[in-house]
Nanobody, 122 residues
Framework: QVQLVESGGGSVLPGGSVELSCTASGSIVSIYTMSWFRQVSGKERALVAAATSAGSIRYLDSVKGRFTIVRDIPKNTVYLQMNGLKPEDTAVHYC????????????????WGSGTLVTVSS
């Protein structure tokens, strides 16, 4: 029904910046929440930042002041501007969205992107 595609990952030096983007496509009526999670292999995904259609924004404490999440609602896109990157930010980053879809008139279905790797190292 819906696909989420992330881009922007890569390797960066400590203190550097990366901007991730995620675009949802498919049978979308509206997107309630778009979020970024990160995951190290073998560990649970952790919420990095989330933005709701109502304007609520939240961040993982360790990224506050460094990361900014922005949504472009008409484009079904969310960005994560990551500044002041630290080695501990290294992870696969996944886009997550709660979406109202056309198929079956679903009011809230969660979709995940396939992930993009951000590596912060010297």
């Amino acid at each position: 029904q819906v696909q989420l595609v992330e881009s922007g990952g890569g390797s960066v030096l400590p203190g550097g910046s990366v901007e991730l983007s995620c675009t949802a496509s498919g049978s979308i009526v509206s997107i309630y929440t778009m979020s970024w999670f990160r995951q190290v292999s073998g560990k649970e995904r952790a919420l990095v930042a989330a933005a709701t259609s109502a304007g609520s924004i939240r961040y993982l404490d360790s990224v506050k002041g460094r990361f900014t999440i922005v949504r472009d609602i008409p484009k079904n896109t969310v960005y994560l501007q990551m500044n002041g990157l630290k080695p501990e930010d290294t992870a696969v980053h996944y886009c997550d969205a709660h979406i109202q879809t056309k198929q079956g008139y679903s009011l809230d279905t969660e979709y995940w992107g396939s992930g993009t790797l951000v590596t912060v190292s010297s």
